[in-house]
């Protein structure tokens, strides 16, 4: 496999895609080709689910991972999904490319030093209700055991509107090109919780310098398992794409 951080470093804009949850391996191997010839770089794919309910779809765990794992290599496409469980980072050094670290963890500084020591890809999403200071303390956790190869991701922060799922900060992706080497990703998906806006906020990122977009892709909306309501169609996927790098262009 490619050195996948420095590809990200050196590309103009990279695009993570691929649905919020790994359902079924019939499910992973069809999204992963379609997103590639969509023109999408990375696969993403949740195999362990932090729900907020504990009766909604938890994720298929090992299985899930494996299956995500054997769809990048059928496709030759880097797979990111996020980890949980301090104890799962053998399995996720095995079968993943890039180690996500979602909101509700961006504070477990005991799981960010054990991550640092694998010298995986980290991508750090930052915490829902973290200032951009205490987002990026939370990466000295990483870099203090040596691993330098960190993805920040904004996805939304928590606000009192009920519209939208968070608030997408895209000056924080602003900010935070200016304040850190890192690449600078943004999640429009996680931010507004609402397909039809997804577009909008991926354009608006790249517009502010974002290095990359994630974005949950589904071929069966109304079957998807996990966030049905904000995922994506692949029609759609293509469009953003293409239109996001002639913004990023421009920039």
Do not use: W
């Not at 938890?58 to 104890?87: R, W, Y």
């Not at 200032?131 to 991701?153: D, P």
């Not at 997804?198 to 892709?217: N, P, Q, T």
């Amino acid at each position: 496999m490619i050195d996948i951080y420095n590809k990200i470093k050196n590309n103009d804009y990279t695009v993570i895609a691929g649905p919020c949850a790994v359902e079924n391996k019939e499910m992973i191997f069809s999204i992963a080709g379609l997103i590639k010839a969509a023109g999408a770089d990375i696969l993403r794919g949740g195999a362990y689910k932090m729900r907020t309910c504990v009766k909604d779809f938890q994720g298929l765990g090992k299985a899930g991972l494996k299956m995500l794992h054997d769809a990048g290599k059928e496709f030759n496409m880097p797979v990111i999904s996020e980890i949980t469980d301090l104890n799962d980072i053998d399995l996720f050094y095995d079968l993943a490319d890039i180690i996500q670290v979602g909101t509700r963890n961006m504070y477990n500084y005991p799981l960010l030093r054990a991550l640092a020591k694998t010298n995986k890809p980290i991508l750090l999403k930052r915490g829902m209700s973290a200032t951009i200071n205490e987002f990026l303390r939370a990466c000295e956790y990483i870099e203090e055991s040596g691993n330098n190869k960190i993805i920040l991701c904004e996805r939304g922060i928590r606000s009192f509107d009920t519209e939208t799922r968070n608030v997408l900060d895209v000056g924080a992706i602003a900010v935070l090109k200016g304040m850190s080497a890192y690449p600078v990703f943004a999640d429009p998906s996680h931010a507004c919780g609402r397909a039809d806006i997804v577009s909008s906020l991926a354009y608006a990122s790249a517009a502010c310098g974002a290095d990359g977009v994630m974005i949950e892709v589904h071929e069966n909306l109304d079957a998807a398992l996990s966030d049905a309501f904000q995922a994506i169609s692949i029609e759609e996927l293509d469009t953003i794409i293409k239109k996001s790098k002639q913004i990023k262009k421009i920039v």
